[in-house]
């Protein structure tokens, strides 16, 4: 499977860039509306049409993927971030201290990831601007995605702290502090990257369902919930099936990032 | 005994939690106290004001919290400010729709990954591993919300949406589980004896990997519950998913901790069902 995990970084890689090129590659910006061809046809000019305001189908793809794919490992990794710190804090301290953080962390994970996610996102304003509803959407991933892998972290850190090596940093007087940092957080660092790639098509996914329920990024900025929720105008009777471009994109790139991680990584 | 105990005083912390956290912050959200009738320009002075004090909060938090656990215990769940109709009819109403959804959802992604699972386990045919495989990572691709918009296009029933949901999960879980019992020395030597494939299924593989795929059992529900929002939106169906997605979008706070807090009492009631079972089951094995 070595050639299909090449295969999937390479893809990833090429998508990435195209979309962060997205200023070049673009045959327009994503809300430049083409006023006189709205549901274009694909054409030299629209490759993939235009869409009912008569914005290129192409360039809002581009941009959107771009928002999907700079975001996601941003929200990716501040979950992380949090999981880190709640999970070792939770595995080094033990006792009270890492059974109350383990009961917060059932909390989170009894709670249904969607329903917590709207729950969490009606509270905040809905009516905002497309900046602000990305920022929020993201943030709101990030903030709530740590649980699983918190306990998976505090499981590790509570049996480093068990091991050998840190019973002799202790007894070469190394403090509470020092041990976290230079002892166990480095040594949780492949579990941290394997749960940072693991959220990565998750988060997308997630905001995907989102964006099509209205509740994710707003018009006129494009992201993969806007694009997709496009697909609720498809008709069999005036068939478009460029239209399904978005989705094919979007299965390549979620594929790519299952691949992408190595089955040990996965098992972790 | 002691089990079921301790399983019900932790679903009984988690819901105590939990209700704390949804009544804090339905209290703490903004525009808690404003109403979109105040911009009704019809409304003079006086009933904006009458507006302004029917939803006025002249409590703390902890008795806000307490009235809220009072009127919880006395099974009034309040009144939906979008609907306008008591929370706790619209859940009587909305809940079996959901229940009926999930629960043909379960089946039939339990029925289809199972299968599959076993048919790629027992043939140890590469094609087969490449189909089902290809299956379960393209589904495991696709929003939930994706594939009921293309059910809605295909006029296909949605209800069977939350199965494909379902499916791939419990196909990559099943198959894995069911390989690792497949290569023990005991299952080699069965098959080495000449024993026939479904005699070794029933007997030597399946008892092994039965307490793990019961603890999938209770994850299983609550994705299945989370993929029935987008699913009941966008198919239409009545359901709770649907009722959920309502109340986000008209900011009934009050409406959506309490789906919440139901939603989670049944996944934690599945998941603690789920593994009381497996524990009596590796009890029994043992």
């Known amino acids: 499977m070595k050639w299909a995990r090449i295969a999937a970084i390479g893809l990833l890689v090429a998508i990435s860039a195209a979309c962060l090129l997205a200023e070049f590659v673009a045959p327009a910006s994503y809300m430049h509306q083409f006023r006189d061809l709205p549901d274009a046809t694909p054409s030299r000019q629209h490759p993939l049409g235009t869409d009912g305001l008569g914005r290129d189908r192409l360039s809002r793809l581009l941009y959107g993927t771009r928002v999907s794919l700079l975001l996601a490992p941003a929200a990716a990794l501040l979950s992380s971030l949090l999981a880190a710190l709640i999970g070792a804090a939770a595995g080094f301290a033990g006792g009270w201290v890492e059974r109350c953080m383990m009961a917060t962390t059932d909390l989170f994970l009894s709670l249904p990831w969607l329903f917590l996610l709207i729950t969490v996102r009606a509270l905040l304003p809905l009516n905002v601007s497309p900046i602000t509803s990305v920022v929020i959407t993201f943030a709101l991933l990030g903030c709530l995605g740590w649980a699983g892998a918190a306990r998976v972290i505090c499981a590790d850190a509570r049996t480093l702290c068990r091991s050998d090596f840190i019973l002799l940093a202790r007894a070469s007087g190394s403090g509470g502090l020092r041990l976290l940092w230079r002892h166990i957080l480095p040594n949780l660092r492949p579990i941290l990257y394997a749960q940072f790639w693991i959220s990565i098509p998750v988060f997308i996914l997630t905001e995907a369902n989102l964006g099509i329920l209205g509740l994710g990024v707003a018009e006129p900025l494009p992201s993969w919930g806007s694009l997709l929720r496009e697909l609720e105008s498809f008709s069999a009777f005036s068939a478009q099936p460029w239209q399904f471009a978005p989705l094919i994109l979007f299965i390549v790139v979620v594929s790519s990032f299952h691949l992408a991680l190595q089955k040990q990584e996965l098992s972790a | ?286």
Request: overall charge positive; proline content about 4%.
């Open chain 2, 1 to 286: 005994m002691r089990k079921l105990i301790r399983h019900v005083a932790r679903i009984v912390t988690v819901l105590l939690l939990g209700g704390f956290l949804g009544a804090t912050l339905v209290r703490l959200a903004p525009g808690l106290t404003v109403d979109e009738q105040e911009l009704d320009s019809r409304l003079n002075h006086e009933s904006i004001q009458a507006l302004r004090q029917a939803r006025a909060i002249d409590d703390s938090l902890p008795s806000f919290y307490f009235r809220y656990l009072n009127r919880l215990v006395h099974g009034d769940l309040g009144t939906s400010r979008t609907l306008q109709q008591p929370v706790r009819q619209l859940l009587a109403e909305r809940l079996p729709e959901t229940l009926k959804s999930v629960g043909l959802g379960l089946a039939l992604g339990w029925t289809l990954g199972l299968a599959l699972a076993i048919a790629t386990v027992m043939s140890r045919s590469w094609y087969v591993d490449l189909v089902s495989s290809l299956l379960a990572g393209v589904l495991l691709c696709i929003p939930a919300a994706v594939l009921a918009l293309l059910f809605v296009i295909a006029r296909a029933p949605g209800r069977l949406v939350l199965g494909l949901i379902v499916f791939p999960k419990v196909f990559r879980y099943a198959r894995n589980l069911l390989e690792r019992s497949a290569s023990l020395p005991h299952v080699l030597t069965a098959w080495s004896k000449g024993l026939g494939g479904f005699r070794i299924l029933l007997w030597h593989i399946l008892p092994v990997a039965a307490p793990q795929l019961l603890a999938l059992a209770g994850v299983s529900v609550s994705l299945a519950f989370a993929a029935a929002i987008p699913v009941e939106v966008l198919c239409d169906l009545p359901g709770i998913g649907q009722l959920a997605w309502k109340a986000a979008l008209g900011r009934d706070l009050e409406l959506l901790v309490n789906i919440m807090m139901m939603v989670t009492l049944i996944t934690l009631v599945a998941n603690s069902t789920s593994e009381l079972v497996e524990h009596s089951a590796r009890t029994g094995t043992a």
